[in-house]
């Protein structure tokens, strides 16, 4: 028999599955930073780094749930997504933990999704 996860255990989905569920109106949190963001992304994605890359490494977005928090609410269906699935697998179980019931990992990222030839919104140019 199956054991039951914790409240706090991520559900992952693949990009298929995940493009399904924002096309059914789940809303799509990219966790990538502004620059990975800036080169690429799903049409209507929210944009709220879970980590920055400094020189002096990764450092974790200290105001993510308040970020998060302003564009979602707790009962919203979300599909958390980054480059790989590495930083939106930490990032849903952070969301969960805070009391985001239905976020849910898109595993493979943005590569897999790109990988897969789904549709993305192109490159945006700098406005200055």
């Not at 409240?7 to 989905?13: D, G, Q």
């Not at 799903?42 to 977005?61: M, R």
């Not at 980054?82 to 493979?108: D, H, P, V």
């Amino acid at each position: 028999m199956a054991s039951i996860a914790s409240s706090e255990a991520a559900v992952t989905v693949d990009v298929h599955a995940g493009r399904g569920l924002v096309d059914a109106g789940h809303k799509y949190l990219d966790v990538r930073t502004p620059e990975e963001f800036k080169r690429g992304h799903l049409q209507n994605a929210i944009n709220v780094p879970y980590v920055f890359f400094t020189p002096q490494g990764k450092k974790k977005n200290p105001e993510f749930l308040e970020q998060v928090s302003l564009n979602c609410n707790k009962d919203d269906h979300i599909v958390v997504g980054c480059q790989s699935g590495a930083r939106s697998i930490t990032a849903t179980e952070e969301l969960l933990k805070f009391g985001f019931k239905n976020a849910k990992n898109m595993g493979g990222g943005f590569a897999a999704w790109v990988e897969n030839g789904l549709p993305v919104k192109p490159l945006q140019e700098e406005l200055y």
